[in-house]
């Protein structure tokens, strides 16, 4: 549905986005992550054709965005970070004035506004001035003019800004349900938030893109080894007699807790689950579980791992030198890690 190719973005010798690269599945809602300047804003201006690249292209359903700008931009709704409202018209007069822009024939203008404002749950403020309304209201009659002539591309920049919780959950509800008719693009700071309503994501930093896949892929991907973590009523020395019995376990730490209670952080290879056999284990020594729980990573973990560009690199650089010692270029961690799961799941496939 959507084709960003080597997309670069110049002002002066400063790169707002730099050779970008990705595609959009039709029917998918994407999270576009990244944190401030790292040109999620400027990547969704040109998209929607609001700028102009340096260089590279960007087509929405087939349509170049620079070659066939109206075709392009009829395929696109768009809600800007600030939603483009006139605060003297009221919400039926500004939806009204955007369905004319538009292109929305005449006979059909009443109805979609109508049908917008029902979605976005703005209808009992049809006639109040624009000026007047919160900005959690200002935010929905913005999202109601995105909505009208139901594109095939929702582009939301921070579409919850200013909503309470309440509305943020109706909100979230309302871009869940709207995946049936539209493919959607949704920034967001609240990353909590695109967990739950996003089935990819894209993360950007610097202009370049660091990572693309489902939530559950990036935690996969990022996380690497399991790691368990289990606390005991019993001394480190017997916990440790129990763990040498396992040989799934590739590493282990001990930590005492208290006088007679132990924490062991356990780590173990990729899709291995030692739960069972350590509880047996457990028991039969008479060490009493009190807590066991697999360490994950959040998103906000991932976000933060992909987007420090000096620990990335850090990281890369001592990879590099260790694999140079051992006569393999290789470019960072985060890429073998990649390399490894699409190797696994093309062995599954198989």
Sequence with gaps: MIEVNHL???YGSHYAV???SFQVEKGQIYGFLGPNGAGKSTTMNIITGYLAPTAGEVKVDGHDIMKEPEEAKRCIGYLPEMPPVYPDMTVQEYLRFAAELKGIP???REDRMEEAMKMTRVLDMRGRLIR????GYKQRVGLAQALLGSPEVLILDEPTVGLDPK???????LIKSLKNKHTIILSSHILSEV???CDKILIISKGKLVACDTPEGLTRLM???AELEITVKGTKEKLL???EKIGEIEERRLETVSEDQTKAIIKTGEDVDIREPLFYLLAEEKLPLLDMHISTKSLEDIFLELTDSEKMNAANEEEEEVHTKKGIHFSGKKEEKKIEQEETDNESNL
């Design 18 to 20: 730099n050779d970008l």
């Design 223 to 225: 996380t690497g080894e």
């Design 195 to 197: 967990s739950a309503v």
């Design 241 to 243: 007699t129990v763990l």
């Design 132 to 135: 007047n309304l919160s900005k």
């Design 8 to 10: 670069i973005k110049k």
């Design 106 to 108: 005449s006979k059909e």
């Design 167 to 173: 509305q943020i959950i109706e909100i979230r509800d």
